[in-house]
């Protein structure tokens, strides 16, 4: 079948073609950063479909971020000289679980409009139900439930599968009570929460084997990347679509009625599922026997990762779930591919010098062809506004020479330190993009407003409804509120139909009875016109009709202007999108919002949400100990912590072409504190030879690599002369001068001294994040 090799395997190297080509079986590629996994994955699409070894909707292909399965997508249409059409099962984990729920949503007692919960909504629903318990929400805060029942998600247990011992650990043993009403409370408000999209998800395919042997035939193809970092649940959910599907009791197809087809008939696979050109369709020629046999071969997952870039381990990953792989799925072909195609070789030599400071590690060796290029820097900054300072020039630098500023990148350990950035940026008219972080849709007229249209969407989301009440004001007060709980949870409906039983009593006053009924009645409408207007249009008319807008129009606060701009922003947004649940389901799912692709913009992220990415320029600042490493992870998980850590330090080297710019800042405050910090114990374990030190261009004259000299790397010969006066020496003389003082700066020489005999261990830090 195979004509002349397709352009787009001309441009891999030999073990790359190999993961490409081996369609049959189960294929585990193991990999360092940059060796092209990425690019395995999408050739191996491209190869799947232009063999017409299957159509776009029977490939379940799994990113790290919504980012990244738009990125795929382009470059298949590249690679394959026209735009895919479909690739429906193309997304995250949670994209491609939650779309799954909603076509069998009836089966795990939600509807198919179900809302998907965010964080806030989930700690709000906690606190009522501890509140309702009588348990004291400052003791027992409504937070760590939800981290605790985000875990048991993660882990894949429900109610009635948490060990007893952690439910234990919250409100005297009323924590396992505490998540089955929970999930109890989410049914009754036709409600998801994150982990639910694949929780649901797996007790619908255990609870109902026809509906996961449905999807077990439909994809024909797995493909996974950063498999490193897969939780259990999301492991259990592909070990269960990955096995051959059992045999059913009559034909596999037949047996079922399909809800694949036709229930949602916007939904793209539906055009690709029948009548189109079978492509290996035997399965569905009737005849059972042969099927079985042929269903049973090894499934074709193909998945990609890198033990070093496990970083979510505080989350659940289990990096593990790589080491059973061949276990899991006998007969794996493992791959390894060794060139790294993105950096130069200084900042390679950087990054895995560093990451071999780590014990639990597969290891593998890493080599590029690549030129040496520039050497890694180190640069020491007073405080972190100077290091904003010192960014932004170097950045402006870059600018002037031409180069394009989506090719720079600053990765922060937490977000906090994003803020300095975002303030230099706006006074230096630099264009940024924060990406994968909270900001535009969490601005509080932008969730009013969503509120408005989720319950336009779903009258059975109390939450949204609760918010926006008596928002306005409406004379709807908290004891209205608690009066419609109170109806609402005895009868056990939605507040938006307690709502609607009230008005036609007399238990509340004319007036709020009369507003209420307004409110309904508005409602009723929006929902009339949701059938027939365009979701932009039923946006404007909500906003305006319900007094909304009115409110801020007739604020005299500063931010009255930009709130409503952020209105007609949110209207805007609202284009991009088919209809409005479609829209609401994006923002539900907005793990990695960026600004849009229209103008050139640094990006500004978190080292988490950088992993897959490359750019030329990346700058990586705050690496002090206490901060990165991160103080908490150290306290709470110790080594594996410590280790945890590096690996993110190396994901934050590794995403750099050409050019990576480390930072540290000797002062820094937290939460209005200041605290005098010490460079990284990951700067000293840099190689010397491929780094090298420079002077803050900041400005404060005090710069330099504070306290960070030459006598702090492994390799000193290496470093010679190029580096002159230790910082130690030059803040001294400052300090004479009269500069700023540097607190504990005595201290930090000594052990810097010792460190050789372990000295940093015994290092007093201090905790920042
Ligand atoms: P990470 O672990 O960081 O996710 P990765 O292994 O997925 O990295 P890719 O992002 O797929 O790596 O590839 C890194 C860079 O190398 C990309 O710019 C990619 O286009 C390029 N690349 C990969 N393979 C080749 C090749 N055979 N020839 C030229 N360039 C390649
Ligand atoms: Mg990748």
Redo the contacts with the bound molecule.
Sequence with gaps: RAAASPSYLS???PE?REAVETLDGPVLVL?????????VLTCRIAHILSQGRARPGEILSVTFTNKAAREMKHRLGEMLGQAVEGMPWLGTFHSIGGRILRMHAEMVQLKSNFTVLDTDDQVRLLKQLLQAEGIDDKRWPARMLAGLIDGWKNRGLGPSQVPSGEAAVFANGKGGKLYASYQERLKILNAADFGDLLLENIRLFREHPDVLRQYQHRFKFILVDEYQDTNVAQYLWLRLLAQAPSPSPTSPRASVPSPLVGETPSDPIDSLQDGSPGLDASHRSGDDEKNVAKLSAPRNICCVG?DD?SIYGWRGAEVDNILRFEHDFPGAKVIRLERN??STGHILAAASHLIAHNEGRLGKTLRTEDVDGEKVTVTGAWDSEEEARAIGEEIEDLQRRKENLNQVAILVRASFQMREFEDRFVTLGLPYRVIGGPRFYERAEIRDALAYLRVVNSPADDLAFERIVNVPKRGLGDATVQMLHDHARKRRIPLFEAARAVVETDELKPKARGSLRDLLTSFDRWRAQAEVASHTELAEAVLDESGYTDMWQKDRSADAAGRLDNLKELVRSMEEFENLQGFLEHISLVMDRDGGAEEEAVSLMTLHSA??L?FDNVFLPGWEEGLFPSQRTLDEQGRAGLEEERRLAHVGL?RARRRAKLYFATNRRIHGTWSTTIPSRFLDELPAHNVEITESKGGSGWGGASGYGPSRFDNVESFGSSYGTPGWQRAQANRARGGRQNHGFEERQTSYGSRDAGGFSKQKRTPLV
Aim: charged share 35%; proline share 0%; no cysteine.
């Design positions: 441009r891999l190297n790359q990999a360092g950063a940059g060796t092209g996994k990425t690019r890198d870039q195609y993105r992993k897959g490359e590794t």
